[in-house]
């Protein structure tokens, strides 16, 4: 299989650290170029400050950003399983007219949001907990816990109670 090539973008030894700590954390072959591309942009933001390492090299510091991404996405797998298991496939057979309706309205109930509560959206599609979310806004837990349960009642508002409940 092909893995993306990301020339001039971020530096082949990146690429080649995110490919090696996924094969470590168990993705799959053909599950590495999705896990890339989206761990290819936490990289792009990630500025490695030596003074505020604690005397970690880039390398290591990359690998901790990565392994963590990696985690939050394969817990975010297993919950979707565990969906499925739970509520079985019915709960997920939708035509595609309906799955193009329901993406073109949650496209527009996300962007009725404020700047905040769309991050605390991509977060939580992410995988990523309230004490991450709450640290990457620089707020407590608890006001990203509001924040939620307001989300919840503006999707419920619109009729996409699915997507209140995940």
């Known amino acids: 299989m092909d893995m993306p090539q990301y ?3 971020i530096e082949p030894w990146k690429v080649k650290l995110i490919i090696h700590r996924a094969k470590l954390h168990g993705f799959r072959t053909y599950e590495i170029p999705d896990a890339l591309q989206e761990i290819v942009l936490v990289v792009l933001d990630f500025n490695y400050d030596p003074n505020h390492a604690d005397g970690a090299t880039e390398r290591t510091a990359l690998t901790a950003i990565v392994d963590n991404r990696l985690r939050n996405m394969k817990r975010s797998a297993t919950r979707y399983r565990m969906h499925l298991e739970r509520f079985g496939d019915d709960a997920t057979e939708l035509s595609w007219d309906e799955i193009d309706l329901c993406a073109i309205d949650t496209t ?3 962007a009725d949001l404020s700047k905040r509560e769309q991050i605390v959206c991509r977060g939580l599609a992410g995988g990523l ?8 806004l620089g707020c407590s837990w608890h006001t990203v816990e509001r924040m939620i349960r307001r989300l919840q009642k503006h999707f419920k508002a619109l009729g996409l109670n699915e997507w209140a409940q995940a």
């Open 7 to 9: 020339n001039g973008v």
């Open 108 to 110: 527009h109930a996300v």
């Open 129 to 136: 907990s309230k004490n991450q979310i709450a640290k990457a």
